[in-house]
Antibody
Framework: QVQLVESGGGAVQPGGSLRLSCAAS????????MYWVRQAPGKGLEWLAF????????YYAASVKGRFTISRDNSKNTMYLQMNSLRAEDTAVYYC???????????????WGRGTLVTVSS | EIVLTQSPATLSLSPGERATLSCRAS??????LAWYQQKPGQAPRLLIH???SRATGIPARFSGSGSGTDFTLTISSLEPEDFAVYYC?????????FGQGTRLEIK
């Protein structure tokens, strides 16, 4: 069965950095686009970043472009989100999710991890 | 950016009743719209994709319709476990966007 497990969240001061990981299993990781989606406390869902199945194409939401970097290691079935210059408004639960269709960039999210909480506060 | 507007913000109904949730897009998304259900403390779950196709394992009481800019999620007869927040999402263009959600609460 498909499993996505996020890790790396925690508390960080404004301006700081964190690196999130998403360990995937139960599907052929190297053939699916992967995504990060976040949810601020009590708020809705916000798509953040996409990485193509082979890692060669990436898209970012305007709110994180230039501060966050998505990457993946298909040999380890793992995706990452490097978050720099963190702000209070980045406080949220960060979910990794799998694209529904193989080798498609614009996608729906058919599996989600449980999420990891990032808190940015002084 | 394609803005998705969901209505109503909150819907209060009783078990056994029919629920109708709306999602309107700021420009046409064709049929490239999905619906998700999210319960407190849980990740979202994909219910409907491509406007009207149920995802794997989703009960038949959930149905989706619409195209272009106007979409509807219908729950034919509410079960106690259906009370949750529902989001729509488009995959027509970057950035991928979600609606702000409709909270379905027990009356």
């Amino acid at each position: 069965q498909v499993q996505l497990v996020e890790s790396g969240g925690g508390a960080v001061q404004p301006g700081g950095s964190l690196r999130l990981s998403c360990a995937a299993s139960g599907f052929i990781f190297s053939t699916y686009g992967m995504y990060w989606v976040r949810q601020a406390p009590g708020k809705g869902l916000e798509w953040l970043a996409f990485i193509r199945y082979d890692g060669f194409n990436k898209y970012y939401a305007a709110s994180v472009k230039g501060r966050f970097t998505i990457s993946r290691d298909n040999s380890k079935n793992t995706m990452y989100l490097q978050m720099n210059s963190l702000r209070a408004e980045d406080t949220a639960v960060y979910y990794c999710s799998k694209g529904m269709d193989q080798k498609i960039s614009l996608n729906y999210f058919d599996y989600w991890g449980r999420g990891t909480l990032v808190t940015v506060s002084s | 950016e394609i803005v998705l507007t969901q209505s109503p913000a909150t819907l209060s109904l009783s078990p056994g009743e029919r629920a109708t949730l709306s999602c309107r897009a700021s420009q046409s998304v064709g049929i490239y719209l999905a619906w998700y259900q999210q319960k407190p403390g849980q990740a979202p779950r994909l219910l409907i994709h491509d406007a009207s196709s149920r995802a794997t394992g989703i009960p038949a009481r959930f149905s989706g319709s619409g195209s272009g800019t106007d979409f509807t999620l219908t729950i034919s007869s509410l079960e106690p476990e259906d009370f949750a927040v529902y989001y729509c999402q488009q995959r027509s263009d970057w950035p991928l966007t979600f609606g702000q959600g409709t909270r379905l609460e027990i009356k």
